[in-house]
């Protein structure tokens, strides 16, 4: 059963840094594609969702096929035994990045992170504070040398956008290429000519 990694679930994990439209985007693209998602909300992230959107926790957990508790820690993706292709933490907390870089499963989305990365799937963080100091980037240093991608939504413009949601679609993008998903999301760079991107 699901023995192709494309046939499987995808893990979202939305924390409660700023930013949870990544989150919430993300799993909107991929219901439309057709792609199998488990979510994970923690507690946070539905203070977010009412303070930075107009989505509900009850929308949210509409776009995907499954979602759990954040304190359901023998929830099906707690499990190495369930196959997924991969988890996309969108957006995450450095909380989160801690608890992960630290194998410190004190919760679902740090639990399924974990057996994530002990079954050598794709681990996407997409970290969200800004400034970093030391200890920040040593927390994504110590993820990255367990096998997790390190992916901040950092806004690229080779691609012309023209609004906010280009700019979200752009970071989403890059983070679904992490786990081999096809998207339509942003104009790929294919080189330049005299200096500006070909067309």
């Known amino acids: 059963m699901n023995a192709d990694p494309k046939n499987r679930p995808l893990v979202v994990a939305i924390t409660g840094a700023t930013g949870v439209i990544y989150g919430v985007e993300m799993l909107r693209v991929l219901k439309e594609c057709g792609q199998e998602t488990h979510l994970i909300l923690s507690e946070a992230a539905g203070l977010n969702l009412s303070i930075e959107t107009s989505y509900s926790l009850n929308d949210v957990a509409s776009l995907a096929t499954v979602t759990y508790n954040n304190k359901d820690v023998g929830a099906a993706v707690a499990s190495g035994s369930f196959r997924t292709r991969g988890m996309i933490v969108a957006p995450c907390t450095i909380k ?3 608890a992960i870089a630290n194998s410190f499963t004190y919760n679902l989305v740090a639990r399924a992170a974990d057996v994530t990365l002990k079954e050598r799937r794709p681990l996407v963080l997409m970290v969200r504070e800004t400034p970093l100091h030391k200890g920040h980037l040593d ?3 110590r993820a990255a040398d367990c096998g997790a991608v390190i992916l901040p939504p950092m806004p690229a413009f080779y691609h012309h956008p023209e609004t906010i949601m280009d700019i979200i679609h752009q970071s989403i993008g890059k983070a679904l ?12 760079w294919t080189g330049s000519t005299n200096g500006s991107p070909r067309r």
Not at 177 to 188: A, N, P, S, T
């Open 96 to 98: 989160t990045l801690s």
């Open 139 to 141: 927390l994504m240093s």
């Open 177 to 188: 290429d992490q786990v081999e998903i096809e998207h339509h999301l942003f104009k790929r």
